[in-house]
């Protein structure tokens, strides 16, 4: 069974940083980060596929959010800088994609990231 967990979050002031971790047991894999704020649906933040060779973002992070990985500890990072108070939502990391960078088989259980204006 596949497990992965998320470390990271917290409250942090506008234009300030978080560094997401996602660790994942078991084998290496596509993995991705989506995120979801209160009232809103699943919105899909980055990706990056199971070497590290590439990677994906949506539009209102690029420039701002950096997604990579370190296989050796299989774990995937999202370093998010400048952030504002619409990035506060809580982030979870997906891994082992069925269509990626979109669509994923496992999934955490989330981390609370809040941006105080």
């Known amino acids: 069974q596949v497990q992965l967990d998320e470390s990271g979050g917290g409250l942090v002031q506008a234009g300030g940083s978080l560094r997401l971790s996602c660790a994942a047991s078991g084998r290496t894999f596509a993995m991705g980060w989506f995120r979801q704020a209160p009232g809103k649906e699943r919105e899909f933040v980055a990706a990056?596929?199971?070497?590290?060779?590439?990677?994906y973002y949506a539009d209102s992070v690029k420039g701002r959010i950096t997604i990579s990985r370190d296989n050796a500890k299989n774990t995937v990072f999202l370093q998010m800088n400048s952030l504002k108070p619409e990035d506060a939502a809580v982030y979870f990391c997906?891994?082992?994609?069925?269509?990626?960078?979109?669509?994923?088989?496992?999934w955490g259980q989330g981390t609370q990231v809040t941006v105080s204006s």
């Open positions: 990056i596929t199971y070497d590290g060779g590439f990677t």
């Open positions: 997906a891994g082992e994609a069925t269509r990626w960078p979109y669509e994923y088989k496992y």
